[in-house]
């Protein structure tokens, strides 16, 4: 392990290390997960080679099944994204940054993309299954009380470290949330949901207004033009959650969020 994440790993005691470390194996343990280094040729690209087992979850421009592979048996995410509706929301560009962010990305906390595909009604992207859940999941099992602060700062360290490859890359994330953040059944997280990602030189600004409000740094809601650094504030802003349940109150003088 490296050193952020033995630090924060070695607060935790053996009890909570044993829950972070056998999130979901019960899942893996019924299917036959895909390896995450399985070759890009045996992710057909035919919609009706998947079996879709259900739906792993809902977002506001995309639906993400657990599907088998009907040949190979392996198991994957599998992202859908149905054209008309992206068109209307004028959202293609937006898949495109995710696509590319996804392909430029190798990282063992950014689910990994395995391949892409179409239909005449849909846009696919085949990507790693991540089974532990997310940490708004968590924090929903936190009878009240938020995380213990041990638990907090092991998942903030390896936040840290994500972002940072991300930005080594040149890649603002823009959309730090628990509900972004899965777990692995190693007990590690995994980025998910690039869909407001982007490619930006460090000397440059972009303006749009996106990410959840409550997570959205100042620079992003005044339209004032933003970078890298917003990433770090709904990093802290995820913090304050993970500790408290609830994220800070807008000061009041600052911009409030829409």
Known sequence: MSPPFLLSFTFLSL????????????????????????PRRQAQTEAGNYELLRVLGV???????????????FVYALKCLNKMEQARLQRIRRVGYEVRCLRCVDHPSVARLITTFQDH???YLVEEPVLGGDLFELLNGAAGKGLP??????????????????????????????ENILIATSGY???????????????????TL????EYCAPEIISGTGHAHAVDWWS??????????LHTPSPPE???SAP
């Open 15 to 38: 009890r909570e290390r044993g829950t972070l470390l056998t999130v979901s194996k019960a899942w893996c343990a019924l299917l036959r997960v895909g390896s995450v280094h399985v």
């Open 59 to 73: 977002g506001s421009f995309s639906k993400v099944f657990l599907a088998r592979h009907r040949t190979t048996g």
């Open 121 to 123: 009604a849909n846009l």
């Open 149 to 178: 602060p041990a638990a907090a700062l092991f998942y903030a360290a390896l936040l840290v470290q994500s972002i940072t490859a991300l930005h080594a890359r040149g890649i603002v994330f823009r959309d730090v949330r628990p």
């Open 189 to 207: 997280i995994k980025l998910i949901d690039f869909g407001n990602a982007k490619r930006l030189a460090w000397h440059r600004r972009t303006f």
């Open 210 to 213: 996106c990410g959840a409000p």
């Open 235 to 244: 990093l802290g802003v995820t913090l304050c959650e993970l500790l408290t």
């Open 253 to 255: 003088s600052g911009i």
